[in-house]
């Protein structure tokens, strides 16, 4: 016969040290404490779905005004030396060569697929890696610090990349495609992200469907632990305040959040982009590249400098997409307490 869970509580608080027997889930002892945990466990459900909610919808938000930079910054970190004189000049040749839309949203469809399940997934991953700190550290007056916002942001990531590596490498593919003159007659290489995803299954299975994944880790953790962080440092900076108590006395208005997104966006770039550009280079190099031979190739070809292509458009990107990012969550959330409470 199993034991009472009052029993059961009362063996783990004298086994363990207080201070992991505290952070241990105890069992519910009585109906209403049985009713009170199915009814913060049904809110958590529907904290995170929300969560996935706002972060698709600003997902797609950051695509629609990113992309275009996006493109002149891969096409940059990939092209030879002496292609590109400018991001100007990308932006121009593009535009030239396919028009205003096919020339600055050239392989779109894949992040637009993608992005709604990787922002998502972000900030749900956010979410819950802010409970898993909450568990396994000390919060001081309810309120993680900035320090437990970056661990939670970092975890963020490693739910994402299952997702975000392998649209990565589609969407750069279909990129870079763009850059080269076809022969009369001649059809490019790939016709979309479908025929992307099958011709590199196709050529060497799941791995090169997932080439990548351990460069786009090794961006997004410290990139979304930066993020997430900085985000939240600006955006209690910015928080009214009440002037006796020093406490929040007041919610973030819609242009402070934008403000606040739009430094997040920054933060989380300069940090990691030359990761990127290997990750980049990784993604687009044909046969089997290892990740020492693309770091050693760009280093060969123009030393630190060589790391940092596109970094200008990628900041000029990160600005507008993030805060368009936020804001987007931002509202996504008041909507949806607005319709459901």
């Not at 320090?147 to 970092?154: L, P, T």
């Not at 940090?271 to 031979?293: C, I, M």
């Not at 458009?313 to 409470?341: C, D, S, W, Y």
């Amino acid at each position: 016969m199993s034991s009472p869970p009052s029993k059961v509580n009362a063996k783990v608080d004298s086994t363990l040290p207080s201070a992991v027997a505290d952070k241990v889930p105890h069992l519910p002892e009585t109906k209403d404490e049985l009713k009170a945990d199915a009814k913060e466990a049904a809110a958590k459900s529907l904290s995170g779905l929300r969560s996935l909610t706002a972060g698709g919808f600003g997902g797609v938000c950051a695509v629609l005004v990113g992309h275009p930079f996006d493109l002149v910054k891969v096409r940059l970190q990939t092209a030879e030396k002496g292609v590109y004189s400018s991001a100007v000049d990308v932006v121009r040749r593009s535009v030239a060569k396919d028009g205003l839309g096919r020339g600055l949203y050239a392989g779109v469809s894949a992040p637009l697929v993608g992005v709604t399940p990787m922002f998502a997934v972000s900030f749900w991953g956010y979410d819950v890696g802010k409970v898993l700190v909450t568990r396994l550290s000390t919060v001081h007056e309810k309120q993680l610090s900035i320090a437990q916002i970056s661990a939670a942001g970092f975890f963020s990531a490693i739910p994402m990349t299952v997702i975000t590596a392998p649209f990565e490498r589609v969407k750069v593919l279909l990129q870079i495609q763009g850059q080269k003159t076809l022969a009369p007659g001649e059809k490019p290489k790939y016709a979309g992200g479908v025929d992307v995803v099958r011709q590199l299954y196709k050529e060497g299975g799941i791995r090169s469907v997932f080439r990548g994944s351990a460069a786009t880790l090794a961006r997004d953790g410290p990139g979304s632990a930066a993020y997430f962080a900085a985000y939240e440092y600006i955006k209690r900076a910015m928080t009214p305040r009440d002037p006796v108590t020093g406490k929040p006395s007041g919610s973030l208005s819609l242009p402070a959040v934008t403000c606040a997104g739009a430094a997040a966006g920054v933060a989380m770039w300069i940090p990691v982009f030359p990761v990127d550009t290997v990750k980049s280079r990784l993604q687009t190099a044909e046969g089997n590249p290892t990740l020492g031979s693309v770091i050693g190739g760009l280093y060969r070809a123009g030393g630190l400098k060589a790391f940092f292509p596109g970094f200008g458009p990628a900041i000029a990107r990160a600005v507008p997409a993030n805060a368009a990012t936020f804001l987007g969550v931002e509202l996504a959330h008041q909507a949806m307490n607005k319709a459901f409470g």
